[in-house]
């Protein structure tokens, strides 16, 4: 693990493998999910994959995640995006694939927006653009305009997950399903339909707006949210060699 220190002086943990290619093979960066970090198994998946394929690959943690600096509730798309941008120019020269994973999908397309041409293609893994919309009710949604912080159940640990106003207030103004995604690059979009916790039909919403020809939706019966069991993981490697052509 290494640290970069962004311009506003926040420091970011990150893992790099490089490949002793040329700059022209694209490299992998993956977006993990909201509270998730680069030590979960689909970015050590890619990471290890890329190290023996010997393409480059780049992990983070976002501020107030993992190992990087910072305060989780004053994390926004926003702040994330530019810390994103922020490594990928500091440590990327050529063309990058982008791989977002639930919120990392939309954090994902909210960065791609940003690259211009050295966006290469994009996968996302039950991506998850608009949920400060359509995944919270109205009385959640009041609760957060009131700029108070709504907890629910959470899955996957003993705390409550925690969504802060600051972050929603944000979030609303990043939404993207309502409209046209100018973005033409190849994109491969993986969805479990045992999801419980991002509808499935969110990714075929993503694949009609965004404005590329080049979209796959590939649907997994009994894939659940986190798409990580051995036959989940295969498949999002299948994937990135689709993409890169290996």
Not at 141 to 162: C, F, I, M, S
Not at 163 to 179: G, I, V
Not at 204 to 217: H, N
Request: net charge negative; glycine share 8%.
């Amino acid at each position: 693990m290494d640290i970069f220190e962004i311009p506003s002086g926040r420091r970011i943990a990150y893992r790099l493998t490089r490949a002793n290619g040329t700059a022209d093979t694209p490299a992998i960066v993956f977006l993990p999910g909201y509270m998730s970090d680069m030590a979960g198994s689909k970015a050590t998946a890619l990471f290890d994959w890329a190290a023996s394929h010997d393409r480059t690959c780049l992990l983070l943690d976002y501020s107030g995640c993992g190992e990087s600096d910072g305060d989780f509730a004053e994390g926004t798309l926003t702040r994330w995006r530019d810390e994103v941008l922020a490594l990928i120019e500091a440590k990327i020269d050529g063309p990058v694939v982008l791989i977002g994973s639930s919120m990392g999908g939309w954090l994902m397309l909210l960065v791609a927006l940003r690259l211009e041409e050295k966006l290469a293609g994009m996968i996302g893994i039950a991506s998850a653009p608009d949920f400060s919309d359509w995944g919270y009710d109205d009385a959640q949604k009041a609760q957060l305009e009131r700029g108070e912080t709504v907890l629910e159940a959470n899955p996957y640990g003993p705390e409550p997950t925690p969504t802060h106003a600051k972050f929603w207030a944000d979030a609303q103004q990043h939404r993207l399903l309502d409209a046209p995604i100018p973005l033409s690059c190849p994109v491969t979009l993986l969805h479990g339909q045992a999801d419980a916790d991002v509808p499935w039909d969110i990714s075929l919403r993503l694949a009609e707006r965004i404005a590329s020809e080049d979209v796959q939706v590939l649907l997994s019966k009994s894939g659940d949210h986190r798409l990580s069991r051995p036959a989940d993981i295969a498949r999002l490697l299948a994937a990135v060699e689709g993409m890169l052509c290996v």
